[in-house]
Nanobody, 119 residues
């Protein structure tokens, strides 16, 4: 069974930093793209950042220059370094991975980790 488990969320003051981690475990062939999404109550889940297996990245305009996504393919981990945090970054952050099982690709989600930025 494949699982994605996030960690690293918490409460931080505006201007501070947090680093989120996401670990993929289970039996799978490989992982293609991995991404971080976030969601606030009453709103749709939005893409924050994505990284391909080759290391290409893309970011939401709202976080460009402040957040950095990275991954460790050997450890099946993806990270999100969040700097210069703003109250508007407050959300539940979810890890997402495109995981290869056999010859097919499936999308998996973590359970989410709360990030709260106080003003």
């Amino acid at each position: 069974q494949v699982q994605l488990v996030e960690s690293g969320g918490g409460l931080v003051q505006a201007g501070g930093s947090l680093r989120l981690s996401c670990a993929a475990s289970g039996s799978f062939v490989s992982i293609n793209a991995m991404a971080w999404y976030r969601q606030t109550p009453g709103k749709q889940r939005e893409l924050v950042a994505v990284i391909t297996s080759g290391g290409n990245t893309n970011y939401a305009d709202s976080v460009k220059g402040r957040f950095t996504i990275s991954r460790d393919n050997a450890k099946n981990m993806v990270y999100l370094q969040m700097n210069s945090l703003k109250p508007g970054d407050t959300a539940v952050y979810y890890c997402n991975g495109d995981i290869i099982l056999g010859t097919l690709q499936y999308g998996y989600w973590g359970q989410g980790t709360q990030v709260t930025v106080s003003s």
